[in-house]
């Protein structure tokens, strides 16, 4: 499992586009949120630099924490 921070990760909506972007990349991810620290934790079998630039072209970059 990996740990990111998207800083401008702030709603339900943030919370369902983030979903997406990994999900298109890996059906399987799991993907556990804490919205009050905006981070998310992210198991999935896509590779991490996948992820950020996922999460990058939906809007969301995000930083490995």
């Known amino acids: 499992m990996t740990r990111f921070h ?3 990760m702030t709603c ?3 919370k369902a586009s983030v979903e997406k972007a990994v999900t298109t990349l890996d059906d ?3 993907l556990d949120f804490d919205m ?3 981070e998310v934790e992210i198991d ?3 590779s991490k630099s996948a992820i950020l630039s996922a999460l990058d072209a939906a809007g969301y970059p ?3 924490i």
């Open 62 to 64: 995000a930083a490995e």
């Open 28 to 30: 399987d991810a799991e």
């Open 6 to 8: 998207i800083a401008n």
């Open 12 to 14: 339900g909506h943030c």
């Open 44 to 46: 999935s079998t896509a």
């Open 36 to 38: 009050e620290t905006r």
